[in-house]
């Protein structure tokens, strides 16, 4: 019988070879080739899945997302069910904190691709829709926390959004330049919710 091949998978697995790639040498270093051999295949077969370089970065990027996504998915179930807004953004933000191996990794390929987007504005494009839908739920459960009663109504859910965001992405960016470790990093931002979700009381 001929061997089936799981063509997701696959797509999947060269993402993941560029991801490694991003990771250790930046985004710069990326090219087809350099990903085939990344993958430990021919160029030829990294060809029949990806018509170009921009189409890899693109579903790269996604991949990279959905990642994120399965990671907080796990620990927020990990937790429980049911979850108030409160643990929600905490499991989430922390999520994206280079906590360990893995997770530093994932960062560091991240900022590869936010490194691209500030000097090709139609990569950014692309690039930034996923940031936006993470600052866009992060907005969604300042709004649940307020519709609790538990976050102030004079608080603006899109901004706080942004800012959650902002911090997150600036608290990882200071974790892989050494100004201080992961722990400190999650401290800061549990502060940061203490303050959010405090701030019924002012």
């Known amino acids: 019988m001929p061997l089936r091949v799981d063509h997701d998978q696959r797509r999947a697995e060269f993402a993941a ?3 490694d790639i991003a990771a250790t040498r930046g985004l710069k270093a990326v090219t087809m080739r350099e990903v085939a051999a990344q993958a430990g295949v ?17 579903v790269t990027w996604k991949f990279l997302a959905d990642r ?24 989430t933000m922390g999520a994206i904190l280079p906590m360990d191996e893995e997770t530093r990794h994932d960062a560091l390929a991240s900022a590869a ?7 090709q504005p139609g990569f950014a494009d692309s690039a930034m829709q996923y ?22 109504d004079a608080r603006d859910p899109a901004a706080e959004g942004a800012l ?6 600036g608290l990882t960016s200071s974790v892989l330049a050494g100004q201080r470790d992961a722990q400190q990093a999650a401290g800061i931002l549990e502060y940061h919710l203490d303050q959010l979700f405090g701030a019924q009381a002012d």
């Not at 959650?164 to 992405?169: F, M, Q, S």
């Open 164 to 169: 959650l965001l902002a911090l997150t992405n």
């Open 113 to 119: 691709f936010y490194a691209t987007a500030l000097t």
């Open 68 to 91: 994120l996504t399965a990671r907080v998915i796990a620990r927020a179930a990990a937790v429980g069910k049911g979850l108030p807004p409160r643990t929600v953004l905490s499991v």
């Open 17 to 19: 070879a560029l991801v």
């Open 131 to 152: 940031p936006n839908a993470l600052q866009n739920f992060l907005a969604h459960e300042v709004r649940k926390g307020q519709s609790a009663g538990v976050i102030a």
């Open 42 to 58: 021919s160029l030829r077969q990294v060809q029949y899945y990806f018509a170009s370089k921009d189409e890899l970065l693109d």
